[in-house]
């Protein structure tokens, strides 16, 4: 398993044409861009609102928790012409099968809309991470700009 970094959703902020998820391991920002349906999805998790009926997200969820299954970590893995790639470990055990572990292909968002739905971790490859600009001043800058709009998680 490739060396990994650890990091938490620092802020998600609007933008023109979605929202900007801002990730950081306490010394280092990143951020990349989503639909904002996703960012409303992840804001809304983020700040303990409960829908009135599940969303897709939690509807995965609940699917996975039905089958003994549950999400244990995400993986930032890599970026493609500034597209992110990422993968999701889901481990299942239940009375049908022995514990198996699965590795799903997955959109970055939606992990970040998983993970913090069910508290499981999200991690970046070491050397992708190692590899990408520092963008703590980018978010300072936009904090500044909006005045507080913001969701600061």
């Not at 970094?5 to 979605?18: D, K, N, W, Y």
Request: aromatic share 6%.
């Amino acid at each position: 398993m490739p060396d990994l970094v650890r990091v938490e959703p620092i802020a998600l902020m609007p933008t023109q044409a979605g929202c900007a998820v801002f990730l950081g391991d306490g010394s280092k920002v990143i951020v990349f861009y989503i639909d904002p349906g996703v960012g409303a999805s992840i804001n809304a998790s983020l700040s303990g609102q409960l829908p009135p009926r599940p969303l897709t997200h939690d509807l995965y969820l609940l699917t996975l928790e039905a089958f003994g299954a549950k999400v244990t970590r995400a993986v930032i893995v890599s970026m493609e012409n500034e597209v992110y790639f990422a993968r999701l470990f889901v481990e299942a055990e239940n009375e049908i099968m022995e514990r198996k572990i699965i590795e799903l292909d997955a959109r970055p968002s939606d992990c970040l809309a998983l993970v913090v739905r069910c508290g499981a971790p999200l991690y970046v490859v070491r050397e992708l991470w190692d590899s990408l600009q520092d963008m703590s001043a980018v978010l300072a800058e936009m904090r500044e700009n909006i005045g507080g709009d913001e969701r600061d998680t």
